[in-house]
């Protein structure tokens, strides 16, 4: 089956997940045990040597109560103590030496556990569709790359190991206990069964406050990354007051949610301490009485309070074993959903010979349709172009009619509901994504930079390029003077997103980033938007050598670009309305011809 084949069977078969976007249903389709335990199993030699090593140390402490039992009877019968006491020193030492080394072994693998999830996760949203990191909030994708992969830490390897050292630890003890007294033990187990029916209440309620508090911590990071990202706008329409609010309304919803954890989780272990120190005077007097009629020794009292005592840790690790796990369950399930999120195709990176060829591209689009989504209307409705291979082609005609789009597609951003794009003859469903976008330059409209220096943006399609293309595509863009003006060259902060540069200059930079890729394919879209006369020209001059030997196709509205294309194709309504010359399109066509005269002619 050919790769549009599949894609057209995947859109008929899957129109809900059509826009790449996270599924509205919060289930996920394997239990977030599984996916947890996924986790660990790249570290399970790890985690269960240490494991091993922590579970020693509770036996170690469990063992200590029946050396001091047998130190109370040898004490009772004048016999010597100082092996006991020896014994007592070196059981409490050697546990907690070995709990040391369990412990860093477990947050040795806890860190790593983290390190993998965070990788994994990067290569997941850099794989993204466009369409679903367009739909997605950024500050929450954030969140749960940096907040939720941290409560793995401690819940993949701690929280696991708890729940098994903590029960193996319990119920040795309690068998010990019942071995030394049945009565006590019933005493203690009727005690501590108030522990069990708390924590089966309250870990649920852990969970879903754990959830709410994550969600409401990425719904405030993505409504201050908003605020930051228009912080000009912001301030400009004097909407701090409000922004403010918005983003304190979601902290204290955060904080709400995390309130009831912490009640939650106050309440669990709060009744097992209630609970040892209940246990604790009800064998201490029931135990005394027994002792008092001889039904115990005395030495079996002091070892079972030990034991009691002792006791209170494996419980209280259970307890905080089963909250972190319940915290835990809530980040798993929502790295879930991003893993749920359509990524592009994972295709090799080898460059197709056609690719790599000097001449440029022919790109015919035959009768392609395209939504951004099932409910919304159709953007393109039929579009049927055909593009040859080098010169300019330049498509014109009303906001919201669908020029850009037919960029997107072309990149491959989007994939078209009907019809087919052919570059060379092949569907650009049967080109891997590497091939087809190392032969495309694409200037957008808005001309993002990136947080970095200004070569570090030249050079980010092409990282090899040499010292003499730099230098060419800066002269050839007019960024000769910005360099020279800079105070540090190239080699100078742009700011974030650029905003230390001009929209000019911004546009000028992706220009040139796009020339050192020497594509076969350039894509512009409105390039000369925010450019003065003087720089417009000497674009529109780069623009035009350009298209000698690649195949550019422009978006525009400003005559002096339009008329410098060899073909014009007028879009209406998603359609296409009239292609031709210049003067073939203001002598056929109606609504050219009104652009010609009025739109096109802003800033003439």
């Not at 509770?58 to 006491?85: C, M, S």
């Not at 108030?194 to 406050?209: F, H, S």
């Not at 989780?265 to 604790?280: K, R």
């Not at 003087?534 to 339009?562: C, F, G, P, Q, Y």
Request: glycine residues 10%; neutral net charge; hydrophobic residues 50%.
């Amino acid at each position: 089956m050919s790769r549009a084949a599949s894609r057209t069977e995947d859109r008929d078969s899957s129109t809900t997940r059509e826009d790449g976007a996270v599924p509205v249903r919060t289930p996920i389709d394997r239990p977030a045990w599984r996916t947890l335990l996924r986790y660990v199993r790249p570290h399970r030699r790890t985690v269960l040597f240490g494991g091993m090593l922590t579970l020693l140390g509770g036996l170690a402490a469990a063992a200590q109560p029946l050396a001091a039992k047998a130190l109370v009877d040898r004490l009772g019968t004048g016999g010597a103590i100082t092996g006991l006491l020896a014994l007592l020193v070196g059981l409490a030492l050697a546990g907690a030496a070995i709990a040391m080394v369990g412990d860093y072994l477990l947050e040795r693998a806890a860190e790593s556990v983290v390190l993998v999830a965070r990788k994994k996760l990067t290569r997941k949203l850099l794989s993204l569709r466009v369409p679903a990191v367009q739909r997605a909030e950024p500050g929450d994708l954030l969140s749960r790359f940096t907040s939720d992969t941290t409560l793995l830490r401690e819940v993949c390897t701690s929280a696991l190991v708890g729940l098994v050292t903590g029960a193996v630890t319990t119920v040795v003890m309690v068998v010990m206990m019942g071995v030394m007294d049945l009565a006590l033990l019933g005493v203690t187990l009727a005690v501590l069964a108030v522990v069990g029916l708390l924590a089966g209440a309250g870990l649920p309620m852990i969970e879903k406050a754990s959830r709410a508090a994550q969600v409401a911590v990425g719904d405030t990071g993505s409504r201050l990354e908003r605020a930051l990202g228009a912080f000009r706008t912001v301030k400009a329409e004097g909407a701090e007051p409000r922004e403010i609010a918005a983003i304190e309304r979601g902290a204290e919803d955060a904080w709400r949610a995390g309130l009831r954890s912490a009640r939650w989780e106050s309440l669990v272990h709060g009744s097992n301490t209630l609970a040892i120190q209940a246990a604790f005077l009800a064998v201490l007097g029931i135990g005394g009485a027994r002792v008092a009629t001889g039904a115990i020794s005395l030495s079996t009292l002091v070892a079972f309070l030990l034991f009691l005592f002792y006791l209170n840790e494996p419980i209280g690790q259970l307890l905080h074993a089963g909250s972190r796990l319940s915290v835990g369950l809530a980040a798993v399930r929502r790295l879930s959903e991003v893993e749920e999120m359509q990524s592009e195709p994972a295709e090799a990176a080898v460059i197709h010979a056609a690719a790599a060829a000097k001449d440029g591209a022919r790109l015919v689009f035959e009768d392609v349709r395209f939504r951004y989504g099932p409910e919304l209307p159709e953007v393109l409705r039929g579009i049927s172009v055909d593009v040859p291979a080098t010169g300019m082609t330049a498509f014109v005609g009303p906001s919201g009619a669908g020029k850009s789009t037919l960029f997107a597609l072309v990149e491959r951003f989007h994939e078209p509901s009907a019809g087919r794009i052919l570059l060379d003859g092949r569907d650009l469903a049967d080109w891997d994504l590497a091939s087809l976008r190392a032969g495309i330059g694409y200037v957008e409209q808005d001309a993002p930079l990136l947080s970095g220096t200004l070569r570090d943006n030249l050079v980010y399609g092409r990282p090899d390029a040499t010292e003499e293309e730099i230098r060419d595509a800066v002269a050839q863009t007019r960024l000769d003077s910005l360099v020279e003006r800079l105070p540090e060259g190239l080699d100078t902060a742009v700011g974030h997103r650029g905003n230390f540069l001009s929209g000019g200059e911004r546009q000028r930079v992706a220009l040139a980033r796009a020339l050192i890729r020497r594509p076969r394919l350039l894509l512009l879209d409105e390039i000369t938007s925010q450019l003065d006369a003087a720089n417009e020209m000497a674009i529109r001059d780069v623009v035009t050598a350009a298209a000698k030997t690649m195949t550019v196709l422009v978006v525009a509205h400003r005559l002096s670009t339009v008329t410098q294309a060899d073909r014009i194709v007028v879009v209406d309504n998603g359609t296409v309305r009239a292609a031709g010359t210049h003067d073939e399109l203001v002598a056929g066509d109606s609504l050219y011809a009104d652009f010609a005269a009025t739109q096109l002619l802003t800033g003439e």
